[in-house]
C-alpha cells in the first residue's frame, strides 16, 4: 500500500427505529408489507441525514405520526448475512396518548397493521436478533441510560 492509499473501511447501512410504549410496558410493532415478519417502526437513513432525523422522518412517513422523540436507546451493530454490515440506532418513542394512536395511519402503504407486544413474546413475531434488541433497550430505558450492542446484546 502506498501512502496515499487507504485501507478498507467498513460502510454499514445505517437504520433508525423508535420504541413506543402503552401503559403496561408492551412496545408498539409494525407489520410491514415487505417483510415476513414485525418490526419496529423506522427505516434506513438517507445520505447527509442523521439518525435521529431519519426516524421522525420514518415514522412520519410509515404512521402518519410526528413523535417527539426522547433519548436514544441502544446503538446495534448487527450485520446481516445478505445485507452486510448494519448500524442501528433505537430512540425512545415514550408513549402515545389514546388520541395518537387512533390517528395512525399507514400513509405510504409499507405497512399492513401495528400492535403492542409484551417483552416476553417478541419472539412470536421477529427474529432472535430484533427481540433481544429491543429487549436491550427497553433495559436502558428502565435504567436511565443507553447501551451500545452487537447482535441486539449490550457489551
Known sequence: MTAHEMPPVATPRVA???????????????RPSY???WDIP???????ESPRAACKR??????????????????????AEYEGDKLLFV????????EQESDIRFADGELTEWRYVSAESLEQYGPP???RRIR???DA?????????????AI
Request: aromatic letters at 10%; zero cysteines; proline letters at 7%.
Open 35 to 37: 417483510k415476513e415478519h
Open 91 to 98: 430512540f425512545d418513542g415514550g408513549s402515545l396518548s389514546p
Open 129 to 131: 436478533r430484533l427481540a
Open 58 to 79: 420514518e415514522i412520519q412517513e410509515e404512521l402518519d405520526l410526528t413523535p417527539a422523540l426522547g433519548p436514544m436507546l441502544v446503538v446495534d451493530w448487527a450485520p
Open 136 to 138: 436491550t433497550a427497553i
Open 42 to 48: 423506522g427505516g434506513y437513513v438517507e445520505p447527509g
Open 16 to 30: 433508525a427505529g423508535a420504541l413506543f410504549f402503552d401503559d403496561q410496558g408492551r412496545v408498539l410493532l409494525v
Open 141 to 153: 430505558r428502565s435504567n436511565g441510560m443507553y447501551a451500545y450492542a452487537e447482535h441486539g446484546i
